[in-house]
């Protein structure tokens, strides 16, 4: 049994908010680490996909009144966004009466409009948390680091039997994302465009992004890729990974990179089955910097500002965590067990002029490559992410 890292804060923020918003692709197991949560509580679960449980629902102050006192599940909320405007009312009447906090925990798998309606209709009565795939530090002692790259985070892919049963699974669930949860969020967009889309920035993981170049491919609109991708990127799908935007002197690329979020899913929309397909395919080392890059994402403190950076003159740095009080930090990714810091990657580090500069590769010894920069394994740099106090003293 893997123990998500995530469920002792949310346990906290129950503590201190009236409502706590889970955020998260599907499968990536919120209804599971909400239910866990909710055993240790009285509480009631109600599942907004499910025609009874929604009409249940049917005077929701009624009915929340009827539990008052028990934390109340709400998920797949997006499906039911017009209970916003009440839970507002239900929340305040209940602090009221004394139930300050732990009301609502409301699970969502689309964030935009989730926190569009928030916005309006919760403002000071919600705080959310992002529940990503499984990343490295969840998995227990028999778990492979390649296995999680090439099969991905979603739980029942990495846990499947074999390899064979995890890309049967990955294919449902892309096909069970274009033919069904896309078309409910919008107007119907034709499953096969986005399926093609969604494949062509697999094989470009981790380029610049180019929506002219796709469009043209797609025989459709620069605008209208525009907005497929702006929906995968609603639905946890994709990352556009944004350009580090500080005034340095420099001649600084300024489009967006772009990352299908889980590893499994490259390879599954590339047809990709097993780590020798994935070594011997070109996308091998942006896969694996893009896992790199959403395990450090995940990890890293709440308020960490996540970019890129990169000159015409070849400086690079492959990720930027701005941690706020607690610095900056470069990111250069390598899959060598011998890795080398890049003439580029020295450059970006006396230009931005970070405060820890770091090298991720496979491997799991810590040491300095030169001055500015350690060689480190995944394992050891979200440790660190998780104290980053303890890397003034390293």
């Not at 096909?175 to 969604?198: F, H, V």
């Not at 990714?333 to 810091?341: D, E, F, G, M, Y």
């Amino acid at each position: 049994m893997i123990e998500r890292l995530l469920k002792p804060e949310i346990v906290t923020l129950l503590s201190r908010h009236a409502s706590v918003g889970l955020l998260g692709p599907r499968q990536a197991g919120k209804t599971t680490l909400a239910l866990e949560i909710a055993k240790n509580v009285d509480s009631i679960y109600l599942d907004l996909e499910s025609p009874s449980d929604r009409a249940k629902l049917a005077d929701p102050e009624a009915y929340c009144s009827h539990y008052s006192g028990k934390l109340i599940v709400l998920d797949e909320i997006q499906r039911v966004p017009e209970l916003f405007p009440v839970l507002r009312g239900v929340i305040d009447r209940r602090r009221r009466s004394g139930d300050k906090f732990g009301q609502f925990l409301i699970l969502g798998s689309a964030s935009v409009e989730l926190l569009k309606q928030a916005s309006e209709s919760l403002a000071g009565r919600i705080v959310y948390r992002e529940l990503t795939p499984l990343r490295a530090d969840e998995l227990d002692c028999n778990g492979s680091l390649d296995d999680l790259w090439v099969r991905g985070g979603y739980p029942d892919s990495l846990l499947s039997a074999d390899d064979n049963a995890s890309k049967e699974w990955r294919d449902a669930f892309v096909m069970t994302y274009l033919e069904r949860d896309i078309p409910q969020l919008g107007p119907r967009i034709p499953a096969e465009t986005l399926r093609r889309l969604w494949t062509m920035l697999a094989h470009q993981q981790g380029a610049l992004l180019n929506s002219a170049k796709l469009a043209a491919s797609l025989g459709i609109s620069g605008q209208t890729v525009a907005r497929y991708i702006d929906l995968m990127s609603d639905l946890f799908l994709t990352r556009r990974l944004q350009p580090w935007y500080r005034n340095v002197g420099k001649r600084l690329v300024k489009s967006q990179k772009i990352y299908v979020r889980d590893s499994g899913l490259v390879h599954a929309l590339l047809g990709l089955g097993d780590l020798d397909a994935v070594l011997g395919h070109p996308v091998a080392g942006g896969s694996w910097e893009g896992m790199i890059v959403e395990n450090l994402i995940a990890a890293a403190p709440q308020g960490t500002e996540a970019c890129f950076y990169r000159t015409s003159a070849g400086a690079e740095l492959d990720l930027v965590l701005d941690l706020n009080e607690h610095g900056t930090w470069a990111i250069e990714i390598k899959r060598s067990l011998a890795p080398v810091a890049s003439k580029g990657f020295h450059l970006a580090c006396d230009d931005t002029e970070v405060d820890h500069a770091f090298v991720v590769y496979p491997g799991e010894e810590r040491y300095p490559i030169n001055r500015k920069a350690d060689a480190i394994g995944l394992s050891e740099i979200l440790t660190l992410l998780k104290d980053p106090e303890s890397a003034q003293t390293q």
